[in-house]
């Protein structure tokens, strides 16, 4: 058993929640309280009803998401919303969310965990938002097709390639995610491989045009790594059960 509150006085100093500026929406931090005593953290990578439900019925005191309850914004307590929140409630169940700060993290962050799992050298970081940085820059020695299917094992699922660079990959750059649209700064920082989770369908034509080649790993897919380390850390550091609810998109 642990505190709630010594928990998410770590989360906050470890991953930075008060420093990194996020869309308001994130309301990075806790986001509901909860009882007060974690013996079980669930993870998870959104805050929706259906998975709020499965992790009461998992027995979680504590939900750890990356996207949490108010990506929509300001809204009226009333039908699944209201639901939502008097599920975990019921259950003295907390949720604490981490957007920008889980995706940025050096070591459980998505990007940092999908850079170790491909076997790349991390070499710097690019894409800045408000003065943070985003994505990691890495070097690798592979081939477009290899890394394809390397990409496939790690996120567990299919990888739609622009295959618009060069068949050598020997420089790429990683941001999990929606970070699609992002691709012609990825092509600025030299990059001939830019992987993410998803993108709007101009970044396809762009990536051609640019000659760089653009692997889409999935929003969701990209962005399990993070939650499911960070439950993992708080088994250890604080002795609690944890599970990962997986509940995928498909986007």
């Not at 505190?3 to 509901?32: C, H, K, M, T, W």
């Not at 790349?120 to 890394?147: H, N, Q, W, Y």
């Amino acid at each position: 058993m642990a505190n709630l509150r010594e928990i998410e006085a770590f989360l906050n100093e470890q991953l930075r929640i008060a420093e990194i500026p996020d869309y308001s929406g994130a309301v990075n931090g806790l986001q509901l309280d909860g009882a007060g005593d974690v013996r079980k953290v669930i993870a998870a990578v959104d805050a929706s009803l259906p998975v709020v439900e499965k992790a009461v019925a998992a027995g979680g005191d504590l939900l750890i998401v990356h996207h949490g309850m108010f990506w929509q914004g300001t809204q009226p307590l009333v039908g699944p919303f209201f639901r939502k929140i008097k599920c975990a409630m019921d259950a003295g169940m907390a949720i604490y969310s981490a957007h920008l700060p889980l995706d940025v993290h050096p070591e459980w962050g998505n990007n940092a965990c999908l850079v170790r799992d491909l076997g790349i050298e991390p070499t710097g970081t690019f894409l800045g938002s408000k003065g943070v940085d985003i994505g990691i820059v890495g070097t690798v020695d592979t081939t477009r097709e290899a890394l394809a299917r390397k990409l496939e094992a790690v996120v567990g699922g299919a990888v739609h390639v622009c295959p618009g660079g060069s068949e050598a990959v020997r420089r790429i750059g990683i941001c999990s995610g929606g970070a699609g649209s992002e691709v012609g700064e990825a092509a600025k920082c030299g990059v001939d491989t830019f992987i993410t989770g998803e993108g709007p369908h101009w970044s396809y034509p762009l990536a051609e045009e640019l000659g760089i080649n653009l692997f889409y790993g999935g929003h969701y897919a990209t962005e399990t790594f993070g939650v499911r380390a960070l439950s993992e850390v708080l088994r250890s550091r604080f002795g609690v059960a944890a599970e990962f609810i997986d509940h995928p998109t498909g986007l």
